[in-house]
């Protein structure tokens, strides 16, 4: 079965520019999360969204950076004026609710801020 | 502030022996830990987990070991293969976050053969 999926997988842009990404979870899975991973550090949780609940915004680093989900499907990331301190690689991961916690992640796309 | 910790950033084992990853945490909300295995290029991948009311979890040659008074788990596989090379993440769960999981840094394990 499909995995999730991330789009794209490399990203370059320039200083200033507003980027977007994109997540198509594992179809079934309720929770979708954000994480990033700057080099040599560990996930940083950004954002989780859970069925039709308000979303837990609680890991975004500044107002620069937003999310949404359409239902249960694809979410998307959005950075605006991107900063070379946003070049990090950007996971997504999704999961089952109701007592399962293993998180099944994409394979990232790695965001270049020049 | 980490709360969850993972102080060896790098550990090199010889094929077949044992490798042991370690982990510490500091909030003791949390109820439920899981480890992560990433390769390069590639999101983690998960691996095993334990329950905050278990001490120890066997899958094959994964064993996770939880001592909550310590605030200390470890992962064990025996025996390591070199396919086993890859960055180890320990994440743990709050009893009131929902799903959310939060990550150590990870540990870079090489088997070497």
């Known amino acids: 079965g499909a995995g999730v999926s991330q789009s794209p997988s490399n990203k370059v842009t320039e200083k200033g520019k507003d980027v977007e990404l994109r997540c198509d979870p594992i179809?079934?899975?309720?929770?979708l999360y954000w994480y990033r991973q700057r080099l040599g550090q560990g996930l940083e949780f950004l954002i989780y969204f859970q069925g039709n609940s308000a979303p837990d915004k609680s890991g975004l680093p500044s107002d620069r950076f937003s999310a949404e989900r359409t239902g249960e499907s694809v979410s998307t990331l959005t950075i605006q004026r991107t900063q070379q301190e946003d070049s990090a690689v950007y996971l997504c991961?999704?999961?089952?609710?109701?007592?399962?916690?293993?998180?099944?992640f994409g394979p990232g796309t790695r965001l270049t801020v020049t | 502030d980490q709360q969850v910790k993972q102080n060896s950033p790098s550990l090199s084992v010889q094929e077949g022996r044992i490798s042991i990853l370690n982990c510490d945490y500091t909030n003791s909300m949390f109820d439920y830990f899981l480890w992560y295995k990433k390769y390069p290029a590639e999101g983690p991948t998960f691996l095993i987990s334990i329950s905050s009311i278990k001490d120890k979890n066997e899958d094959g040659r994964f064993t996770v070991f939880l001592n909550k008074s310590a605030k200390h788990l470890s992962l064990h596989i025996v025996p390591s293969q070199p396919g086993d090379s890859a960055v180890y993440f320990c994440a743990a769960k709050e009893e009131t976050s929902g799903s959310r999981l939060t990550f150590g840094e990870g540990t870079q394990l090489t088997v070497n053969p």
């Open positions: 179809s079934g899975h309720t929770a």
């Open positions: 991961a999704s999961s089952f609710t109701g007592g399962w916690y293993e998180q099944y």
